[in-house]
């Protein structure tokens, strides 16, 4: 495990550091301003869902994500590739508009850029008759609209340049932890190729932009993206072949199973180069923070924390809880008593649960930013437990409070 | 037309102002500190609603509606008066619960102290069957379960207390404005009975936290209501009834057509005391507003800011424009240029227009304060032109520019 700091044009990420999702360019419910006073330190965007609502071309207009959001502070696009393949089937197996989109098929129960398996029941990674892989790149369909798209390595690297974050993903195939060995073996060379493509167009499109001289805006970082499902020997070569390329950092992929995880991270870990950030994509559950630091992550990503609060479901130290029951209607206590964040420091249990009763829309508000802090907090906690080289004894303390509930 | 200070044991309220509606313990998508920061001074809760959800015996338990949901400023609560007629019939012509409630029939649409006519389409207020006014009080059924509830001015009056609000009103009919002259007059002479009835138990109720000692909390100002539909000697009379009676200050009511409006207020301004402040209830079209001052009416409140806004609606010096309009999908613009609310500092229509389509949440919030930011500086305007004399001149030229679009 490893404290740090990785340097962007928007500002500094001290590490380990959980960053926030904003799929479609907004942490869902929450201004900017609220997600920078909760100890956020960076946002990450889906280059999907953005391709296909608003448009890159319409948000490079704009001046970049950064302007068009009102985030002034470091920021992450996705490759797209986990979307394309978990939501690119047009979201039902039809080809045409779905008039009346449930949320799943909207996208909004799979907007993070990977995903615990457990996650993923009903998801079309094990049904992929309409997104075609190729070795070119990938067909799908728009799950808003049933129409249809290819992407490519150069096309991931375009949309991402045009939307403009500090830190960008190599396009890859994630493939589904059920697939064979022969097709984990076959998506990784194609995975390998694809980082060739990416950065050759990176490269390119970073030197055109030196060109227009001084006032053009920073190239952004281009991490690679290590793969290889579960099996050690295509983990290890993923993490040797992205390694030995010339990205500034390395994503780990992958839809995981528990245990896989923990495995994973640390075959490739030992291989990626320490002088470099690894972001472990769509990671966060509280144990899998804390296995994935022990083995040398520096970053996460995940939408759970705010997914979860609009259903209600909050994190404590104590495990979850849920404000939808019966025992938090009159419970004039904040979710946890301890808790310094806006919403506890303000607000009553009864009074968020008499919101989410009423479904009035602050409650969302009010649930994501507690969650939210848990983990940002939850990180910043362990950063300073590794600079103290308490580390293991926090990790103890922690998870046995919190297996607890 | 007049500019005064409303004093509350929560602050001042510089008149005329914009109240904005928090109709069940919160200003819809928007924190407290946002109310406060786009210049709101005060907030108006729903009885009608808090009773059933999540019970006023509960906010008072918590330590009043201040408290409960964290605004620390003068807050009103109405009657409930208003929504025991128009959603008091179940929400439908059901006598059981609703298992999927329309919007409508959750009373999303009619959740102000009152509305204007114009809004009231498909209400129940000519169908009044599941309602039944008595002498003693009024027959409803909840439009969340169907469970049949009984309010009289007591009941009213012991709600608000609990409530704690700074400023309640007295039980009364809001009549349609359809009903025949004999009605209006049947049921004024009832709400006047009802007004008598109310200040009685508002006194007792005061009397007793009084003897409370020094740490009691505070008794809230009681409004009488006037009513007495589009009828001129109406009017006057509820006017004289109600001035004569101690209340601390007045509250307009009634289902208005747009032209009985200015001259229901002018007729019972010219009997009502100077020296008490007066509420025109649930009124908020720009011209009703100007209105509205122009013949004596010191506050305001009104829905249609946030309920416009989670429709895209937004208002502009020129008149409304709706953001799902085309034409703004790559507007890189605000709102309104000159604008100086949040929303209008940091973000363009492209990127509203964006969120609206995406159905992101962000958004209600950000329209929200574009709307309230609109109503409340018009108004803070209006109140300046007072003061520098100048009110006709700013009314002709808002009008003139606002009616060109």
Known sequence: ?????????????????????????????????????????????????????????????????????????????????????????????????????????????????????????????????????????????????????????????????????????????????????????????????????????????????????????????????VQGGRYQDLREESAKQIASLDFDGFGIGGSFDKEDMGNAVRWENEILPENKPRHLLGIGAVEDIFLGIENGVDTFDCVSPTREARNGAMYTKHGRINLMNAQYREDLTPIESECLCYTCRNYTKAYLAHLFRAQELLVYTLASIHNLYFFVNLVKNIRRSILEETFFDYKERFLQAYQEA
Not at 86 to 107: D, W
Not at 166 to 185: G, L, M, N, R, V
Request: charged fraction near 20%; hydrophobic fraction near 30%.
């Open 1 to 225: 495990m490893r404290a740090g700091v990785i340097s962007t044009p928007h500002g500094d990420i001290e590490t380990p550091a959980f960053i926030n999702v904003g799929t479609k360019a907004t942490v869902k419910a929450l201004t900017p301003e609220m997600v920078k006073s909760l100890g956020a330190q960076a946002v990450l965007a889906n280059t999907y869902h953005l391709y296909l609502q608003p448009g890159n071309e319409l948000v490079k207009k704009t001046g970049g994500l950064h302007k068009f959001m009102n985030w002034d502070g470091p920021m992450y696009t996705d490759s797209g590739g986990f979307q394309v393949f978990s939501l690119g089937s047009g979201g039902s197996k039809i080809s045409g508009p779905t008039p009346n989109p449930s949320p799943k098929e909207r996208g909004e129960n799979i907007d993070s850029g990977r995903l615990n398996l457990e996650h993923q029941k009903g998801s079309t990674l094990s049904s992929p008759s309409l997104v075609k892989i190729l070795e070119d790149g990938v067909e799908f369909r728009s799950h808003i609209d049933g129409s249809k798209h290819f992407f490519t390595p150069e096309k991931s690297m375009q949309i991402q340049h045009d939307l403009g974050a500090d830190i960008i993903f190599a396009f890859d195939e994630c493939t589904s932890p059920t697939a064979s060995y022969e097709y984990q073996k076959e998506a990784l060379d194609r995975t390998h190729r694809w980082a060739l493509r990416s950065l050759a167009e990176h490269n390119r499109r970073s030197d055109l932009r030196q060109a227009g001289g001084p006032t053009s805006d920073c190239s952004p970082a281009l991490f690679g993206i």
